[in-house]
T-cell receptor, first 115, second 116 residues
């Protein structure tokens, strides 16, 4: 069975602070994919990144960066110099071949960035 | 591309009524997913299709829920009869499915359903 845990249900920071959102996953498969999605107050789900299990390189995209560590089964997401527009719920998700490539979502982390 | 299109965006109905939610996936995508989001249960996968064929409907709560995909560009999720506990946001998502890989899913804007 696959499982995604986002232990932080809510985080509040002040603008320009850096913030890291944690994601821990469980899977029996050796081939799997990890994702992050953003859900702003408007409600839509926006794809941010996909990472496969064979690629442990960290990724940076502007103020966003992701740290994938298989040894700890974690795929953490860091926002540098946070902005008010980053306020949203962020979901980590996993899909693997055992589950028919379906997405299993974590419970989400609500990030509030205050001016 | 227009993205995944869902209709209606909001639906308010009374208990016992039939509700039909509609989804048009992104052109060229051959996998379609229906999710439900509630505060209590988060995001739950209800059912998904590959090449218009239902693959896994184990997430469908009960027989009151049914989903169809008559062609590659249209899917419906029907609730009959609806109950107040069905109130949620229902998302449709699509992706390009490949046996050798796993592309990301793109989500529609969701349908907010309220059953009174």
């Amino acid at each position: 069975a696959q499982k995604v845990t986002q232990a932080q249900t809510e985080i509040s920071v002040v603008e320009k602070e850096d913030v890291t959102l944690d994601c821990v996953y469980e899977t029996r498969d050796t081939t799997y994919y990890l994702f992050w999605y953003k859900q702003p107050p408007s409600g839509e789900l926006v794809f941010l990144i996909r990472r496969n299990s064979f690629d442990e390189q960290n990724e940076i995209s502007g103020r966003y960066s992701w740290n994938f560590q298989k040894s700890t089964s974690s795929f953490n997401f860091t926002i540098t110099a946070s902005q008010v527009v980053d306020s949203a719920v962020y979901f980590c998700a996993l899909s693997d071949n055992n589950a028919g490539n379906m997405l299993t979502f974590g419970g989400g982390t609500r990030l509030m960035v205050k001016p | 591309d227009a993205g995944v299109i869902q209709s209606p965006r909001h639906e308010v109905t009374e208990m016992g009524q039939e509700v039909t939610l509609r989804c048009k996936p992104i052109s060229g995508h051959n996998s379609l997913f229906w999710y439900r989001q509630t505060m209590m249960r988060g995001l739950e996968l209800l059912i998904y299709f590959n090449n218009n064929v239902p693959i896994d409907d184990s997430g469908m709560p009960e027989d009151r829920f049914s989903a169809k995909m008559p062609n590659a560009s249209f899917s419906t999720l029907k609730i009959q009869p609806s109950e107040p506990r069905d109130s949620a946001v229902y998302f449709c998502a699509s992706r390009r499915w490949r046996s050798s890989g796993n592309d990301e899913q793109f989500f529609g804007p969701g349908t907010r359903l309220t059953v009174l």
